[in-house]
């Protein structure tokens, strides 16, 4: 982790991180980021979020305005229509039951509609600087399995396999390293082995092609996964 912490140092950060630090960690904004942020480009993420939050920055003024406004807004994040709908819902929840205001327990953040683990962990950690999460999305569950800390099939097995394996001072910033490793470098496909500060320490479990530097992808010999 400390080698990671240097080696993504001048890299891209993941869009909610940029959002989160642009708007003093805003519960709110990154709330709303994240639930943007689900299978979309994080360039696509970063553009929509900046044109909602033009449009409303509370959950006041965003519940007041309509589906199909969000809806435009948002374009093109994937799966627009629903994530218009849960951010909608959501504002209207905030309102309605919790003062307006985003609440800071687990227990809380996944009663709003479309918030589950991965969003309410970001939440916490980002928003409400827990020290007492892990946030798993699909880098940190692909890298942690490819590095052998957990052997699991679902990022919800990922999350709690983490907690018993890993030290805890690591926990707020597992996020944040390995997605943004996992957009630079251990890519889903074609992960680049050869540019990695961390592969000698690496069994690259389940990995059986790489990109070499020149661009081209290598299969790998069996000698090769360790
Ligand atoms: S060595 Fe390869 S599989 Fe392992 S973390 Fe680095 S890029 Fe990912």
Same mark, same amino acid.
């Given at each position: &982790?400390?080698?990671?912490?240097?080696?993504?140092?001048?890299?891209? &950060?993941?869009?909610?991180?940029?959002?989160?630090?642009?708007? +003093?960690?805003? @519960?709110?904004?990154?709330?709303?980021?994240?639930?943007?942020? +689900?299978? *979309?480009?994080?360039?696509? *993420?970063?553009?929509?979020?900046?044109?909602?939050?033009?449009?409303?920055?509370? @959950?006041?003024? &965003?519940?007041?305005?309509?589906?199909?406004?969000?809806?435009?807004?948002?374009? @093109?994040?994937?799966?627009?229509?629903?994530?218009?709908?849960?951010?909608?819902?959501?504002?209207? &929840?905030?309102? +309605?039951?919790?003062?307006?205001?985003?609440?800071?327990?687990?227990?809380?953040?996944?009663?709003?509609?479309?918030?589950?683990?991965?969003? +309410?962990?970001?939440?916490?950690?980002?928003?409400?600087?827990?020290?007492?999460?892990?946030?798993?999305?699909?880098?940190?569950?692909?890298?942690? #399995?490819?590095?052998?800390?957990?052997?699991?099939?679902? @990022?919800?097995?990922?999350?709690?396999?983490?907690?018993? #394996?890993?030290?805890?001072?690591?926990?707020?910033?597992?996020?944040?390293?390995?997605?943004?490793?996992?957009? #630079?470098?251990?890519?889903?496909?074609?992960?680049?082995?050869?540019?990695?500060?961390?592969?000698?320490?690496?069994?690259?479990?389940?990995?059986?092609?790489?990109?070499?530097?020149?661009?081209?992808?290598?299969?790998?010999?069996?000698?090769?996964?360790?």
């Amino acid at each position: &982790m400390r080698t990671l912490a240097q080696a993504i140092t001048g890299l891209e &950060m993941p869009a909610v991180e940029k959002i989160s630090e642009a708007q +003093a960690e805003d @519960p709110f904004q990154i709330l709303i980021a994240t639930l943007l942020s +689900a299978r *979309t480009q994080d360039a696509t *993420t970063h553009a929509a979020s900046t044109r909602l939050f033009k449009a409303a920055r509370t @959950p006041r003024t &965003m519940a007041r305005l309509t589906v199909k406004e969000i809806e435009r807004l948002i374009y @093109p994040v994937s799966f627009y229509r629903n994530k218009a709908r849960f951010v909608k819902d959501c504002c209207e &929840m905030l309102v +309605a039951e919790f003062g307006g205001r985003v609440p800071s327990t687990m227990e809380e953040l996944v009663t709003l509609p479309g918030v589950g683990r991965k969003t +309410a962990n970001l939440v916490l950690i980002l928003g409400f600087k827990s020290l007492r999460n892990i946030c798993v999305d699909t880098h940190v569950h692909r890298i942690s #399995n490819r590095m052998g800390w957990v052997e699991t099939d679902l @990022p919800e097995e990922t999350e709690q396999a983490l907690y018993e #394996n890993t030290a805890r001072r690591w926990w707020p910033y597992i996020n944040l390293y390995l997605v943004t490793w996992g957009q #630079n470098v251990c890519r889903p496909v074609y992960p680049r082995c050869g540019d990695c500060v961390i592969a000698a320490d690496c069994p690259r479990i389940g990995v059986s092609r790489e990109r070499t530097a020149s661009g081209a992808s290598k299969t790998l010999s069996r000698g090769s996964l360790r």
